[in-house]
């Protein structure tokens, strides 16, 4: 059984810029969440979506987002770009009764 | 003060020994519990999983939950190089319906051949 997939492993922008993320989740899984790691922070929670709704939102600024699609895939978007959001960006699915499970992550650098 | 609270570490045993990894937490609605291990430039792995108190066994691994203390543990017992890595605590108020995992810092760990 295949894992959670993301795209692109790495990405590098600038700021000022926009950025597409995506998430692939395990097949059958319907919920799929974004976490975003950094050393200072640590693991925070972004948002989760099942079966194309957004059920629950993060402390974070509006400038992030995300979708999910019919197939359960989902995408997050960064607007405006600012240094600080360098990070490795995890994707997590689940069947919604279980645990989840995360993916490789997008480490994005911003300079 | 933090949601949970986690030893960021780093620590360091022999091979063999025996590893305790600790959380604590201010949230008394957080019912299930688990453990992440996370290798270097990889996403987080699921290690143990426990729902309100109680104790479970996993192999080598056992994880403890102390929801009167607020406290939960990792126990390694016959700690090999190969679990080296960081292990995150992570905790949420419910598992069926929206899910949001709050995490610990994360305790680096290493073991020494």
């Known amino acids: 059984k295949a894992g959670v997939t993301q795209t692109p492993r790495y990405l590098i922008k600038t700021r000022g810029q926009q950025v597409t993320l995506s998430c692939s989740p395990i097949?059958?899984?319907?919920?799929v969440s974004w976490y975003q790691q950094t050393p200072g922070q640590g693991l925070q929670f972004l948002f989760e979506y099942f079966s194309e709704t957004q059920r629950n939102k993060g402390n974070f600024p509006g400038r992030f987002s995300g979708r999910q699609f019919s197939n359960s895939r989902s995408e997050m978007n960064v607007s405006t770009l600012e240094l600080g959001d360098s990070a490795l960006y995890l994707c997590?699915?689940?069947?919604?009764?279980?645990?989840?499970?995360f993916g490789p992550g997008t480490r994005l650098t911003v300079l | 003060q933090k949601e949970v609270e986690q030893d960021p570490g780093p620590l360091s045993v022999p091979e063999g020994a025996i590893v305790s990894l600790n959380c604590t937490y201010s949230?008394?609605?957080?019912?299930?519990f688990m453990w992440y291990r996370q290798y270097s430039r990889k996403g987080p792995e699921l290690l143990m999983y426990t729902y309100s108190s109680g104790n479970k066994e996993d192999g080598r691994f056992t994880a403890q939950v102390d929801k009167s203390s607020k406290y939960i543990s990792l126990f390694i017992r016959d700690s090999q190089p190969s679990d080296s890595a960081t292990y995150l605590c992570?905790?949420?108020?419910?598992?069926?319906?929206?899910?949001?995992?709050?995490f610990g810092q994360g305790t680096r760990l290493t073991i020494n051949p």
């Open positions: 097949s059958g899984h319907r919920s």
């Open positions: 997590a699915s689940s069947k919604n009764t279980d645990t989840q499970y």
């Open positions: 992570a905790m949420s108020e419910a598992l069926r319906g929206a899910q949001k995992l709050v």
């Open positions: 949230n008394s609605a957080f019912q299930y």
